[in-house]
């Protein structure tokens, strides 16, 4: 409707002034040379508005003359570059495809119509991978290096490539200048501090998380556990190194040892590793009551066998009947849960007070018994069965049952279980990785594909093919369509038939069974 009205509106104004010049005639007289022409307004602006235009059509057929071969240049060169970026969009779809030899061509046709452009040169390492060619690849990426704005791409893929080599230090090198380069990349920020942690370089760790914090590339929260682990990481490594040291020598190492503990530790009173190393650290300078006041304000939140283990050890040469009298005031901060009542039955065996001991695991083994005992409470009640009657085929009925009974809490992880914890896992290098955990059962079947024992660094090699069957992971319990509980906790109804008394001569073979020793934290 407006253009309608707009070019009504222009034929009107043409029409008018038509009609003006109309009624207007007037004259044009041009005197030149004692020449005189004379022709009407009209006649003469028509003939201005022809020759305006035949000048403009000289000068714009006389331009393109003068432009041609520019022009030609610039049409060929867009026509070759067409061509090249439609190579290299077919040259990556063949390496998305997994097609070496069709990846290949197109890379040669892109880098002959494109030249050595980044994406010319990333489809040609792609295809040279493909094609297992890693050292031309590699020439690719380092090619790369060469420019700036292609230097970090370059660093990216050999990063890659030293990875899949098992070039940790490599890898590492080419991280670090990513991570210079541009800060704001996150896998180069996870990469230094992977392998920086892999390789236990602790303080190098420490760096790269200030550094990966100020460029936002972790949060807050990530960034102090990450500090955590890596402050008492740091305490257990200058602890080890205290005890190659004598005399003098030693105590500025222990101080300096728990310096760093203690600052793991204000990151996190209730984290067991720091607060275990500070408190034994305390112990061995002298500060007693600084180590159980560590201990016992954990132990109030986070009972665990770690933290019990060093409150026993905090006094040098104690006797046992002052170490049970201990050990019941740190378990008066958590009375109720079953580390205190292992930990109160342990310091009771070592005062031989068998009654007390009892007492303590009482809700597991007593007429009125509440819980299944694990593995753990079998072998400690067939420590009090031996050590207060002489009982051995009383132990050994219990040592049969821990057999069978349900495993304790480990540290546990991707193939790996221990009861000592470690700030990476020591069999995929991954870190804090390590959780305190009942270790989940996982059942080979025609559904679900064998997975090889967990490692454990303890137990000896499975006694039957029907154990081998068994892989410890309670990630899986979702593939077997139990819930958590099920898959760890074995059927309530499931009571393994008691052996009878094998007699004096099976004493030896199940003491072996066992493996127990009462200075140690057991399965």
């Known amino acids: 409707m407006l253009r309608a009205l707009y070019t009504f509106l222009v034929i009107a104004a043409l029409a008018a002034i038509s009609v003006w010049f109309a009624d207007n005639p007037g004259d044009l007289v041009l005197h030149w040379r004692g020449y005189e022409v004379r022709t009407s307004f009209v006649i003469g602006l028509g003939l201005l508005i022809v020759l305006a235009l035949v ?72 295809a040279a991978q493909l094609e297992g060619r890693d050292d031309e690849a590699g020439k690719y990426f380092q090619a790369m290096l060469e420019e700036p704005e292609t230097a970090f791409l370059g660093l990216r893929g050999l990063f890659v490539q030293a990875r899949r080599a098992g070039d940790r230090t490599g890898a590492l090198e080419y991280a670090r200048r ?11 920020a996870q990469a230094v501090f992977e392998i920086e942690a892999a390789d236990q370089d602790w303080g190098a760790a420490l760096r790269t998380l200030d550094q990966s914090l100020k460029a936002k590339q972790v949060t807050r929260a990530q960034a102090r556990r990450r500090r955590l682990v890596l402050m008492t990481a740091l305490a257990m490594k200058e602890a080890e ?38 408190a034994a650290l305390c112990g061995e300078v002298g500060r007693v009551r600084k180590g159980a006041k560590l201990i016992e304000t954990a132990w109030s939140v986070s009972p665990h066998p770690d933290l019990a283990a060093a409150y026993m050890g905090l006094v040098e040469g104690e006797s046992g009947y002052d170490r049970f009298k201990r050990m019941q005031l740190l378990a008066g901060h958590n009375r109720d849960h079953v580390e205190s009542r292992v930990a109160l039955a342990r310091a009771a065996i070592g005062a031989r007070d068998w009654l007390a001991a009892r007492g303590a695991l009482e809700i597991f083994v007593g007429e009125e018994a509440i819980e299944r005992p694990t593995q753990r409470i079998c072998e400690l009640m067939a420590e009090i069965e031996e050590g207060e009657f002489g009982n051995r085929g009383s132990a050994r009925e219990w040592l049969s049952r821990a057999l069978h009974a349900p495993e304790d809490p480990a540290w546990t992880g991707e193939g790996w279980r221990s009861h000592e914890w470690s ?13 305190w955990r009942v270790p989940g059962l996982r059942l080979a079947g025609p559904d679900v594909p064998y997975a090889p024992p967990v490692v454990d660094e303890i137990d000896e090699a499975p006694e039957s093919a029907a ?34 008394d094998p007699g004096p001569d099976g004493g030896d073979e199940l003491d072996a069974i066992a493996g127990h020793d009462r200075g140690e934290t057991k399965w």
């Open 467 to 500: 154990e081998e069957a068994i892989a410890l992971d309670d990630e899986t319990s979702g593939e077997l369509g139990l819930p958590v509980s099920q898959a760890v906790d074995e059927p309530e109804e499931f009571i393994p038939h008691l052996p009878d």
């Open 423 to 435: 700030p990476i896992n020591p069999v995929t290098g991954e870190f804090d990785a390590l959780t």
């Open 241 to 278: 190194s205290t005890r190659a040291k004598v005399g003098e020598a030693r105590k500025p190492a222990l101080e300096h040892a728990l310096k760093q503990a203690m600052q793991a530790v204000a990151l996190d009173p209730y984290f067991v590793p720091a607060v275990a190393l500070a």
């Open 178 to 188: 990513a991570f210079r380069l541009r800060p704001n990349a996150g896998w180069a």
């Open 55 to 126: 000048v403009l059509f000289v000068w714009r057929a006389a331009s393109g003359l003068v432009r041609a071969p520019a022009s030609v240049s610039s049409f060929l060169d867009v026509r070759r570059r067409q061509r090249g970026f439609l190579a290299l969009s077919r040259g990556m779809v063949a390496v998305a495809a997994g097609d070496a030899a069709d990846a290949k061509r197109h890379a040669g046709r892109a880098q002959r119509l494109l030249d050595d452009t980044p994406l010319t040169l990333l489809l040609a390492a792609q």
